[in-house]
């Protein structure tokens, strides 16, 4: 487990220590859990422009899926995995690249491991000083080029 506290407009050691655990992986999942409003967007955007792509990320939540490039954005607030299924969004996690998904949920996750995906999972919390903790656990990563 691996802990950043960290301003909005400081994220760079952030990104570059999750850029570093997509090494020898075709897909990794990053799983963002954290309130309303505690930067998870945010933190895709800063991703994004740190591995010199686009600064115009913005959040799925409607279109629930954006690309850009190899980063692949989906929020599913609210849509339950069964649900997921049957629009197909299962089978976009196939894609070769790195995937954010915002409140995914524990058959996601699941779906995910069975799979052997690569997944790291990133706890936000929004502190008082209006910094955020950034709590990064690798759930299931291994070497293999899954």
Known sequence: MMTFTLGEEGLEP???YLDSRTKGHKRVFFLLNGDLGS?????????VRFRGGRDDVTSP????S???????????YQKEYNHLLELGFIELFEREGIHFIEWADAGIKDLLQKCGFAIVRVDIVLLDSGEREYIISDEYITSTQS
């Open 61 to 64: 939540t409607f279109s629930l």
């Open 66 to 76: 954006q690309d850009y490039d190899d980063v692949f954005h989906y929020d599913f």
């Open 39 to 47: 930067g998870k967007t945010t933190l895709v955007r800063n991703f």
């Open 14 to 16: 952030l990104c570059g």
